[in-house]
């Protein structure tokens, strides 16, 4: 079994604070004196022990490829949102994991924000087979596209626009902290989901493309799984 998922997080403005030692400027400002001291980026996009945690979504899928069951977290209690999905993810034993830059962000976010609240994630989170860099138990499209480092990565969007389908319809990254601002947590989830099934539709594309697959077994699990992203994107919950 493999676990393909996405976490959606919003900057940690109370750790920022601490850390930049400022209780008086407003959000807006904060988060621009951390974008400039406290990023590693030029986009000055914040490292992921800065971000909290606030929707998280989980397909498994079986070691064929075919989709079994969606989980699925948003909410404002992360600590709640981190036991979910550490109890999902114990669902099955010996477990995969499939993301797009889950080794670069969102693991590295369960992970910071698990010690913050004192939980203990999943043994399996760090068997040598998932921790290893070139596991097969742990597949990472960053590091298969950019055969681990040697070239540039893609974002998940431009994948979707290279293979012909519209990817990112719901909302973008950055849109995800004035989703949560105005309470809009079930449109992050539904956001995230989207994210999740971009996720496996390229993911079938790169099995099929190493051979991984056959022709009709492929052309049968994306046709369905396309179908399964045209209902996301068609309706954003109200």
């Not at 930049?20 to 407003?26: A, F, I, M």
């Not at 699925?72 to 979910?84: M, N, T, V």
Request: hydrophobic share 35%; proline share 5%; aromatic share 12%.
């Amino acid at each position: 079994m493999f676990f393909i998922f996405d976490v959606e997080t919003v900057p940690d403005f109370d750790f920022i604070r601490r850390v930049l030692n400022d209780q008086d400027s407003d959000q807006e400002l904060l988060l621009e004196k951390a974008s400039e001291e406290l990023a590693r980026n030029k986009s000055g996009f914040l490292p992921p022990m800065y971000h909290r945690m606030v929707s998280w979504v989980g397909l498994w899928i079986e070691n064929t490829g075919g989709p079994k069951q969606k989980v699925a977290w948003s909410g404002e209690d992360e600590k709640e949102g981190l036991k979910q999905i550490f109890d999902a993810i114990g669902t099955y034993k010996d477990f995969g994991l499939i993301h797009h830059n889950g080794k670069g962000f969102d693991i590295p976010v369960l992970t910071y924000r698990a010690m913050k609240h004192g939980l203990q994630m999943p043994v399996r989170m760090h068997d040598y087979d998932i921790r290893y860099r070139y596991s097969r138990h742990n597949v990472d499209l960053v590091d298969e596209f950019s055969n681990y480092g040697a070239s540039s990565w893609p974002k998940l969007k431009h994948l979707g626009q290279l293979i012909g389908i519209p990817f990112k319809q719901t909302g973008e990254g950055n849109e995800v902290l004035a989703m949560f601002q105005r309470g809009e947590l079930d449109l992050i989830e539904h956001y995230c989901y989207e994210d999740v099934m971009a996720t496996y539709i390229v993911w079938l594309y790169h099995q099929y493309t190493a051979g991984h697959i056959p022709e009709d077994q492929f052309n049968n699990l994306k046709d369905r799984a396309m179908s399964k992203l045209e209902e996301i994107q068609s309706g954003p919950p109200t």
